[in-house]
């Protein structure tokens, strides 16, 4: 069993982080509706936007090379892939509209998405 890495809510969803997989529940109901497979991430890494229309989560998709994918978890699938960094991102977070997304890898560079 995977302990608990990282979790994200809004007014309708709820993501646990564990270090292979994300489960998303609906918060009004916590029934489980979706889990995603990830590559190993044992820091958790991972970011959901806080606007529950858009319920928008972000982790690493390539824990080398610092792609992304950004998932809609009102609908239940992926948006889209980013290659975000060169190297493994380590922190992340969306802005309060959830249409920005801030990165940071272990190069210390930044961006913003």
């Known amino acids: 069993?995977?302990?608990v890495l990282n979790l994200h809510i809004n007014r309708k969803r709820l993501a646990i982080v564990l270090e292979d997989r994300i489960h998303i529940y609906d918060v009004t109901t916590m029934k489980l509706l979706h889990t995603?497979?990830?590559l190993l991430n044992t820091a958790g890494i991972?970011?959901?936007s806080s606007d529950s229309e858009k319920s928008?989560?972000?982790y690493p998709s390539n824990t080398n090379?610092?792609?992304?994918?950004?998932f809609d978890c009102i609908n239940l699938r992926p948006l889209s892939?980013?290659?975000a960094h060169k190297t493994a991102v380590t922190k992340m977070t969306f802005n309060q509209k959830g249409d920005l997304l801030a990165t940071a890898s272990d190069k210390?560079?930044?961006h913003l998405i």
């Open 46 to 48: 991972s970011a959901m």
């Open 81 to 83: 892939i980013i290659k």
């Open 56 to 58: 928008i989560l972000a």
């Open 108 to 110: 210390v560079s930044h």
């Open 36 to 38: 995603i497979d990830t």
């Open 1 to 3: 069993m995977s302990k």
């Open 65 to 70: 090379t610092g792609e992304l994918t950004i």
